[in-house]
Structure formats: C-alpha cells, structure tokens
C-alpha cells in the first residue's frame, strides 16, 4: 500500500474552543472548558459539572428554538431532521472542510467519503416515544428515527453534503470515532477513496450523562476547575463532555497537487480487545497494549520513536491505572521515554467523539510545535512510575506521535501520526 494519507482540514465545537485558533490556545494555555451544570433542578443528582458546548442553546427538542453562532446558516430541509449533536457536526464540518480549502462541489465527487460517530440522541428519542406513547401509538414524528438513532450523524451530513462515496457509522462506545478514522486511513491506502471526512459528536444533557453515573463512572466534584483529574491518584471518575469534530483526510498527492495545508500523515493504526469486561478495562491494560505495538508495526515505527502520547486516560480510577500499565509495557519496558498527557483533564470526556477529538488534537501539537500537558496532575497514581508526564505545556516540536482510545466491551483503537517535512 504505497498511498499515503494527510490530515488536510480540520474543524472544532468542543469546550475548549469553537475554531482551531481557539482549540489550540486552550491546549498551550491548559485553559478547561468544564462548568456547573444542573440536572432537573434537583440539587440530588451528584453530578455537577460537565464540559459544556458554550454560544449553542439545543435544549429544546424543536430545532425552530435552537440558537447557534451567527457565522452559520443551513436551511430548514436540514435542520428539521437533526440532533442537536447534529448541528454541532455541521459546523465542524463547515470549518474543516474551509480549512483544507474545499467547496461543496468538490466532495460530491463519489472520491470523497464519509465516516461518523456517536450515540445518537437519548434526548430526541426519549421525547418521540413518550410523544408516540402520549398518542397511544397514533401519531410518531416521521423524522424521529433519522433525527435520533445511531446513525443520524452519517444520514443527515451525507445527504446535506451530496456525498456519494462510502458513507458509513461507527459504534464502539468511547472508540467509535478512533474506529472510523482508522477504516477512513485504510480506504484512502486501498485506492477505494481519494477523501474522507471523519466527524465525531456528542450532547450534553440529562439523558446522555447521567446513566454513566448509575455506573458510578463519573467524578461527582463541584469544581470546574478540578473535577477531571487524569492519573491523578484523587481522580474519582470522568466528566462528561459534548461537541464535534471533523477531520478531512486526503490522499497525500492530491493534497499536494492542489495546494492543500498539511497538517500532518496518519502513518498507521491498529486495534485490540481485551476480551475481559463489558465495561472494565482489563486490570492490566492488555488489549490497549496489544493495540500499541499493532499501531507501531503498521506505522513502521519503534516504541522508542515515539515523541509524544495523547492518552485516553478518562479520569477513573481503573481506566487510568490500565493504560498506565500499558503504556509502561509498551513504553518504559523498552527503554522509551515518550512525553504523555491526557487532554480530557480540559476538555473532559465527549465519549464516542474523543478519539477523532484527540486525533486532530494531535496533528495541531504536530504542525503548531508544542506538547500539551496534564492539567491537574498533583500527585500521579502509582502505576505511573516511569511515565514522562508533563505538567505544564512543553514547547516541543513532536514528529511522531501516538494516539489512544479505549470503549466499552475493551475496544481499544490507536492511531500514530506523523510530521510531514516541507
């Protein structure tokens, strides 16, 4: 497979910043995106702070009382079958698809592809059952199931866009987007599509959040400023997080022949299961571990050439003490001393959009030269002995880095990319 693949564009709703200037500030400046937030007005729920997507108002389920920046318009065709999530994706996709310097016209060309992520809308489809249940079964809304299911990300931007390449959805829990980036890169090797948008997204409200805290996965801190703690030994759980993101990823001499800015190769990725737990990583980091070395082996690359780690690290207490296990295996047990943080002590977790998140996280700290540090890293949990863990954003120009994310089930997807030299 001699085609290579570039990330050419890229596009940002997160809580960190809504454009790639924003994004990139937060990151240098390990500036968070985490507030208060308030469930059903009861002062019980022992959830209190979430990554909120800021300058949007989707708590209603009718889009005609949605709110958005003014610098976006789409017509009422679109809006009218979306999810809120779904009108986070289009303007991260607007943005990407202007910063790789494409027109509309130039993705329908049956060349371009699309892959997406996430979990659908539990708050759409919550309302449209209890308005079918309401109606006793005489009246859905005939937009409810493409509004909300799994699948409403890849439907609606598919159909909005005229793509009419592959056009696909992924679900992998907390993997979903890194799942979809990687079949994106193998597409583009195999010569089946010359482009594919990958976009991940997420909400944030009471039907998307709190089932994760009857799990008792999520940090039940009031503080904003420290409620998600990655491989900090007082971590008590993630803080959940919406958004989207949208990366174009070109074919690297179509890149090059038209112009387009380079931000850095996806040079490879690979996949592993831990086979151990529904929702529990395995208490060593096994599958996460297998995955780093098949990532390594198809980028073609040595532990000990690896600059720079994005870790999944979550903020809990099992997950993190697994992929610090692993990456000490993988790692420290060759003699490589990579840098590693994990950016979801800012941005907290936006679930299935996390790796796709972290991806074009990863290719801004390639071509903007820096390595983001571990924000709220007091005290690192034990099994981190040997791990380089940076508190403070190091201004390091990193030429290989890898990638991790971890999902339900010990679906583990890693990715490495790499500097493109001018």
Excluded at 49 to 64: E, K, L, N, Y
Excluded at 327 to 347: D, E, N
Aim: glycine share 10%.
């Amino acid at each position: 497979m001699s085609r290579t693949a570039v990330v050419t564009g890229l596009g940002f709703i997160t809580p960190i910043g809504h454009d790639r200037a924003g994004v990139t500030a937060s990151l240098r400046a390990l500036r968070h995106g985490l507030a208060p937030i308030d469930f059903f007005g009861n002062p019980a729920v022992n959830v209190k702070v979430a990554g909120i997507v800021r300058d949007f108002d989707v708590a209603s389920p009718s889009w005609r009382d949605w709110r958005w920046p003014a610098r976006y318009d789409f017509p009422r065709e679109t809006l009218r079958s979306l999810a809120p999530h779904g009108l986070y994706a289009l303007c991260a996709v607007e943005q990407a698809l202007a910063d790789a310097q494409l027109t509309r016209d130039a993705i329908t060309d049956g060349a371009t592809g699309l892959y997406c992520a996430s979990a659908g809308s539990a708050f759409l489809l919550h309302h449209h059952v209890a308005q079918m249940t309401a109606a006793r079964g005489e009246r859905c809304n005939p937009l409810g199931v493409v509004s909300s299911i799994a699948g409403t990300l890849n439907f609606n931007l598919a159909a909005h866009y005229g793509i009419r390449g592959a056009v696909g959805g992924f679900v992998a829990a907390c993997a979903s987007s890194s799942h979809a980036l990687g079949c994106a890169l193998d597409d583009i090797r195999l010569g089946r599509q010359t482009r594919m948008l990958i976009v991940g997204a997420e909400e944030v409200n009471a039907e998307t959040v709190l089932p994760f805290a009857a799990m008792r996965a999520l940090s039940s801190s009031a503080d904003p400023a420290t409620a998600s703690r990655p491989f900090d030994q007082s971590r008590d759980g993630f803080v959940a997080a919406g958004g989207a993101v949208c990366l174009v990823l070109e074919e690297a001499e179509t890149a090059r022949r038209r112009g387009a800015p380079i931000y850095a190769e996806l040079a490879g990725w690979g996949a592993a299961a831990d086979g151990h737990s529904i929702a529990v990583s395995h208490p060593e980091g096994a599958g996460l571990a297998s995955a780093m070395r098949r990532t390594l082996a198809d980028a073609g690359v040595a532990a000990t050439d690896i600059d720079y780690v994005n870790a999944h690290a979550t903020s809990t207490p099992a997950g993190d003490r697994s992929e610090a296990l692993a990456l000490g295996s993988v790692f420290t047990a060759a003699g490589a001393h990579p840098r590693i943080s994990s950016t979801k002590g800012l941005t907290g977790h936006p679930l299935s959009m996390s790796g796709a998140m972290e991806a074009a996280f990863c290719a801004l700290a390639i071509r903007d030269g820096f390595i983001p540090g571990n924000a709220n890293l007091t005290a690192p949990e034990e099994a981190c002995a040997g791990l380089d863990l940076p508190r403070a954003t190091l201004g390091e120009a990193p030429r290989l880095v890898l990638n991790n994310s971890s999902g339900f089930g010990g679906s583990n997807v890693c990715h490495v990319l790499r500097r493109v030299e001018p």
